[in-house]
């Protein structure tokens, strides 16, 4: 049977935030990463609750959620309202059976509606299979971009700043 007809999207309420903690650290173990994780339940619960990000879903009657796009807005001064994903996942089990293009196209959908010019994300170099999914969608990849992040709770940072 096609897994994809029984399973219904929707956007996640606050109650869903433990289901989406644990598809982020099930990300982020398959990233490699389950260590990098320091968000924890009332983060979720306070992004949903406030609207800081959105979440679809896809819920299955039987095996619950199996699957997320989390993204948010943020204003591109070269090309205006883009819409950004931030993790997008089907549990390991349920992959390869089509849940990923019925999220990734409920996420563009999603962006149209709201007014997006545009989708950005970020994918590992070395997973091949995300990258093939979504040039699919003729995805381009830029090269010559790194990307650049400054951790406030790094003791590193915070023993330099002393120093100031």
């Not at 309420?13 to 389950?34: F, H």
């Not at 009657?61 to 883009?82: A, E, N, Q, V």
């Not at 091949?128 to 040039?135: D, Q, V």
């Not at 951790?151 to 940072?157: A, K, R």
């Amino acid at each position: 049977m096609d897994i994809t007809l029984t399973v219904r999207l929707r956007k996640a309420t606050i109650r869903d935030a433990q289901a989406i903690l644990d598809l982020v650290r099930e990300l982020a173990i398959y990233e490699k990463a389950g260590h990098e994780v320091k968000t924890g339940l009332i983060d979720y619960q306070n992004g949903l609750e406030s609207g800081l990000f959105e979440t679809i879903l896809a819920e299955h009657p039987d095996h619950g959620i199996l699957g997320m796009c989390l993204f948010f807005p943020y204003f591109s001064t070269w090309g205006g309202k883009t819409m950004y994903l931030e993790d997008f996942i089907v549990k390991e089990s349920f992959r390869g059976l089509g849940l990923g293009r019925l999220l990734f196209d409920a996420y563009i959908e999603e962006s149209k509606i709201q007014g997006a010019r545009k989708l950005k994300w970020q994918v590992l170099d070395w997973n091949e299979s995300a990258k093939n999914f979504y040039k699919s969608y003729s995805a381009k990849f830029i090269a010559g971009w790194e990307n650049g992040t400054i951790e406030f709770d790094n003791p590193d940072i915070q023993a330099q700043q002393a120093a100031i």
